[in-house]
T-cell receptor, first 113, second 119 residues
Framework: GQQLNQSPQSMFIQEGEDVSMNCTSS?????WLWYKQDPGEGPVLLIA?????ELTSNGRLTAQFGITRKDSFLNISASIPSDVGIYFC?????????????FGTGTLLAVQP | DTEVTQTPKHLVMGMTNKKSLKCEQH?????MYWYKQKAKKPPELMFV???????INESVPSRFSPECPNSSLLNLHLHALQPEDSALYLC??????????????????FGAGSRLTVL
């Protein structure tokens, strides 16, 4: 079945450092989403991508929809303590055998002040 | 109003209890979802309602019973649960049902979740 391999699994960084994480799959998708989840809360949408090659920014966050449609990355620049949380990629291929949104395994980010 | 509201925030129940989780949205979204999430794992889809009709049931045990009384409300009725059912239960909604190609079908807005503990 479709799977999203998200890496790294966890990151422990100093405040001010840049962060990069990615999701890859052997399947192609029409949509890539990046969510952040704080402890005890639901996931919150950070960035949505709809076209291959699309590069979108949201403040210090930048995400790209891979040109092969099988991957996406998320960068965070100049990290701050409130960036702590679990980041999930999610992807969807509508028009296929299943239209379900698939989640990656998550990247746990810890930021030391 | 751009929120999905879930109640209760926390629920502790015994294996013989009957309880319900509630979810409400007033964004005019026509699809609503229940997800189950274990610690440090991604959300797992349980049910999808599209235009108040159940459209996806991911082979969830019958001790979980969803209900969609109207387009704004989604309930999850719980009965005879097992300790392994303890998890964060997330409700979500999207503008359109995800059998549609529009981008409005793709973006899910999640609630804060209901933390369930089964003793």
């Amino acid at each position: 079945g479709q799977q999203l391999n998200q890496s790294p699994q966890s990151m422990f960084i100093q405040e001010g450092e840049d962060v990069s994480m990615n999701c890859t799959s052997s399947s192609i998708f029409n949509t890539w989403l990046w969510y952040k989840q704080d402890p005890g809360e639901g996931p919150v949408l950070l960035i949505a991508l709809y076209k291959a090659g699309e590069l979108t920014s949201n403040g210090r966050l930048t995400a790209q929809f891979g040109i092969t449609r099988k991957d996406s990355f998320l960068n965070i620049s100049a990290s701050i303590p409130s960036d702590v949380g679990i980041y999930f990629c999610a992807a969807r291929f509508y028009g296929g055998a299943t239209n379900k949104l698939i989640f990656g395994t998550g990247t746990l980010l810890a930021v030391q002040p | 109003d751009t929120e999905v509201t879930q109640t209760p925030k926390h629920l502790v129940m015994g294996m013989t209890n009957k309880k319900s989780l509630k979810c409400e949205q007033h964004m005019g979204h026509r699809a609503m979802y229940w997800y189950k999430q274990k610690a440090k794992k991604p959300p797992e889809l349980m049910f999808v309602y599209s235009y108040e009709k159940l459209s996806i049931n991911e082979s969830v045990p019958s001790r979980f019973s969803p209900e969609c009384p109207n387009s704004s409300l989604l309930n999850l009725h719980l009965h005879a649960l097992q300790p392994e059912d303890s998890a964060l239960y997330l409700c979500a909604s999207s503008q359109l049902s995800w059998d549609r190609a529009s981008s409005g079908a793709n973006v899910l807005t999640f609630g804060a979740g209901s933390r369930l503990t089964v003793l």
